[in-house]
């Protein structure tokens, strides 16, 4: 059977939900034909005219790349400007990019774990957990039917808690109603009030997921009717944020900490803050432009946070308390061509994804 677009698309939005981009980023298929059979993929950090013309050498019909090409809404494609000329050049050449950016990096599997896993961090976690991101389901089931409607939710996404999964909450009480003439009930008689033994069933849920969790809640409930109700939670969710932070098996000197870091993330250059005494234990990272989550990096006590695009004035806010280590935005997220690698040949051994070896830093050192 062959592959197509749309197949590739739908598991890397299982992987990093649209839903978890950041409000002002533009994730997604930019441009092409999600139905068209897939020929090859390129796998790219950027897209720019050089990557087309690679895909094209290729004979890859889809760019997978962390930047969105497109950031900015388009109002002419007249070829003025680079951005314009390689949308150009990759719909003439029906080529679909798609973008897989913040949704990325906002997963505890994403771009920052990758990082982590680089810089050998254990015991890592979200730097800056998201709210507003889960839902809470309450529902009324029959005894009998309790363990039915929990698989069925329970396969849907529902009930997954950091490290523990098959989560809800259960209350048996008594459920009551009364069919009316045109009802089909499951349980009871026309115009007769039941009294039904049910329990109460909370489960909670990734708000994305509602449509799938309410189909199989539907699916599985024995009732003609269910009674449910939905309700958005102010948690935070553990494992969907900005930045990662984690611990170092052995705690290690300051300038040899940054010299590896240097090695690992074969940066050019390293700018940092001035280097403190204390040993490095706990490493906080952010992966492209992290400077807003300084003080979080200074609250979670990690001694460094490696992250980039930090502005001269905002090293000012290390204040002597955590090393601010800045390898560059494209060294941050080069490796992100490896994850993504990674994730999609574990689901599609057979098929040909291609790195990318167009270097699209758009910064030299000198």
């Known amino acids: ?21 950041e409000s002002y980023d533009n994730c997604g298929l930019l441009c092409g034909d999600r139905s068209a059979e897939c020929r090859g993929a390129l796998l790219t950090l950027d897209c720019t005219e050089a990557v087309v013309d690679e895909a094209i050498a290729k004979h890859c019909n889809l760019i997978i790349a962390h930047h969105p090409i497109i950031f900015r809404g388009l109002k002419k494609l007249t070829g003025n400007g680079y951005v314009e000329r390689t949308v150009l050049k990759a719909i003439r050449n029906d080529i679909a990019i798609y973008a897989i950016h913040t ?3 906002n997963v505890h599997t994403g771009v920052n774990k990758q990082i982590a896993d680089l810089l050998g961090l254990k015991h890592t976690r979200v730097l800056v957990p998201k709210n507003d991101t889960l839902g809470k389901l309450v529902t009324f089931v029959p005894v ?12 849907a996404g529902a009930g997954n808690i950091g490290n523990y999964s098959h989560c809800s909450f259960r209350v048996e009480g ?3 109603f009364k069919p009316e003439s045109d009802a089909n009930p499951v349980v009871g008689t026309h115009g007769v009030q039941e009294f039904v ?14 449509r799938e969790v309410l189909k199989a ?11 449910f109700y939905i309700s958005t939670l102010r948690n935070e969710h553990q494992e969907v944020g900005a930045g990662m932070v984690g611990e170092l098996d052995e705690a290690e000197e300051p300038m040899a900490f940054l010299k590896r870091l240097k090695t690992k993330m074969n940066a050019s250059i390293v700018r940092h803050t001035p280097v403190l005494q204390q040993k490095i234990s706990k490493v906080a990272v952010c992966g492209g432009s992290g400077a807003s989550l300084i003080s979080a990096a200074i609250r979670s006590g990690a001694q460094v946070f490696v992250t980039s695009d930090v502005k001269y004035h905002e090293f000012f806010e290390a204040d002597n308390r955590i090393i601010i280590a800045d390898i560059g935005h494209y060294e941050s997220e080069a490796f992100t061509k490896e994850l993504l690698m990674r994730f999609l040949t574990e689901k599609f051994p057979t098929f040909a994804f291609n790195f990318s070896t167009t270097v699209t830093n758009p910064i030299s050192y000198l």
């Open 1 to 21: 059977m062959n592959t197509t677009i749309h197949d590739i698309i739908q598991f890397l939005e299982r992987i990093a939900p649209p839903a978890y981009q």
């Open 103 to 105: 949704n990325l990096d």
């Open 144 to 155: 009998a039917h309790t363990e039915q409607v929990l698989n069925a939710l329970h396969a």
């Open 174 to 176: 008594t459920g009551t």
């Open 197 to 210: 033994k049910e329990d109460r069933i909370e489960v909670v849920f990734p708000l994305h997921l509602e």
């Open 217 to 227: 809640l539907r699916s599985s409930h024995p009732y003609e009717e269910v009674a």
